[in-house]
T-cell receptor, first 114, second 114 residues
Framework: AQSVSQHNHHVILSEAASLELGCNYS??????LFWYVQYPGQHLQLLLK??????LVKGIKGFEAEFIKSKFSFNLRKPSVQWSDTAEYFCAVKSGGGADGLTFGKGTHLIIQP | DAGVIQSPRHEVTEMGQEVTLRCKPI?????LFWYRQTMMRGLELLIY????????DSGMPEDRFSAKMPNASFSTLKIQPSEPRDSAVYFC????????????FGPGTRLTVL
C-alpha cells in the first residue's frame, strides 16, 4: 500500500523567509505526485503536480517542487513566503496511469508571521 | 464553473441518527471521490466512482457507511447509524479520466455526531 510522510506538522516562518516542506512516499512503481493547499476556511486547491518529464515542477503562487526518484521525495519550496501563504499543505501520491484515489500525507500547518 | 458542490456544509446530529451527505461533481467529470479528514488520520479515501459505478470502496470504514451515485451529477454518502467517531470533514472530489487529471475538491461537509 502507498503511504506519504510529511516531516513537519507545524512550521512557523517570518515573511520573506525561504520555505521547504518535506514529503516522502513509499511506492515502488510509477507515481503521480501532488501538492494541495487548504487556506483557512477554504477547500483544497492544487498547487502543483508531477506526472512525468522535468522533475522540477512549478506551480501557482511561486511554489515549486522537485521529484527525486532515488529518494522517494517530492519536497515543496518557495524562495520567499508571504503572510498570505499561511495554510495547511498536503502532499499526495497516486499510482501512475491509474484512476485511483489519492493517498495524502497528514499535512503541514504553515504559519507566516508578518 | 460552479465547482464541486457539497451539502450541507455543516451537520450536527445525535448518535444513532442517519446522516446523508450530498455531492454534485463538476459537469463532464467522470470520476467522483469521497474523502474523510480527521485530526488523527488525516485525509483518507473512502470510495470512488467511475461513470457512476463504484470502483474501489476498500476505504469505507464499516457497513454503517454506504455511497451511491444514481446519475452523473449526484452522489450521496450515508451513515446509518451515526456514531461520535464519525465526526470529521467529508470531502467530495471529481476529475476527468482519473489517470492524469487533477482532482477538484468541494468545500466539504463538517459532521459532528453528539
Amino acid at each position: 500500500a502507498q503511504s506519504v510522510s510529511q516531516h513537519n506538522h507545524h512550521v512557523i516562518l517570518s515573511e520573506a523567509a525561504s520555505l521547504e516542506l518535506g514529503c516522502n512516499y513509499s511506492y515502488g512503481g510509477t507515481v503521480n505526485l501532488f501538492w494541495y493547499v487548504q487556506y483557512p476556511g477554504q477547500h483544497l486547491q492544487l498547487l502543483l503536480k508531477y506526472f512525468s518529464g522535468d522533475p522540477l515542477v512549478k506551480g501557482i503562487k511561486g511554489f515549486e517542487a522537485e521529484f527525486i526518484k532515488s529518494k522517494f521525495s517530492f519536497n515543496l519550496r518557495k524562495p520567499s513566503v508571504q503572510w498570505s501563504d499561511t495554510a495547511e499543505y498536503f502532499c499526495a501520491v497516486k499510482s501512475g496511469g491509474g484512476a485511483d484515489g489519492l493517498t495524502f500525507g497528514k499535512g503541514t500547518h504553515l504559519i507566516i508571521q508578518p | 464553473d460552479a465547482g464541486v458542490i457539497q451539502s450541507p456544509r455543516h451537520e450536527v446530529t445525535e448518535m444513532g441518527q442517519e446522516v446523508t451527505l450530498r455531492c454534485k461533481p463538476i459537469s463532464g467529470h467522470d470520476y467522483l471521490f469521497w474523502y474523510r479528514q480527521t485530526m488523527m488520520r488525516g485525509l483518507e479515501l473512502l470510495i470512488y466512482f467511475n461513470n457512476n459505478v463504484p470502483i474501489d470502496d476498500s476505504g469505507m470504514p464499516e457497513d454503517r457507511f454506504s455511497a451511491k451515485m444514481p446519475n452523473a451529477s449526484f452522489s450521496t454518502l450515508k451513515i446509518q447509524p451515526s456514531e461520535p467517531r464519525d465526526s470529521a470533514v467529508y470531502f467530495c472530489a471529481s476529475s476527468l479520466a482519473g489517470g492524469v487529471h487533477e482532482q477538484f475538491f468541494g468545500p466539504g461537509t463538517r459532521l459532528t455526531v453528539l
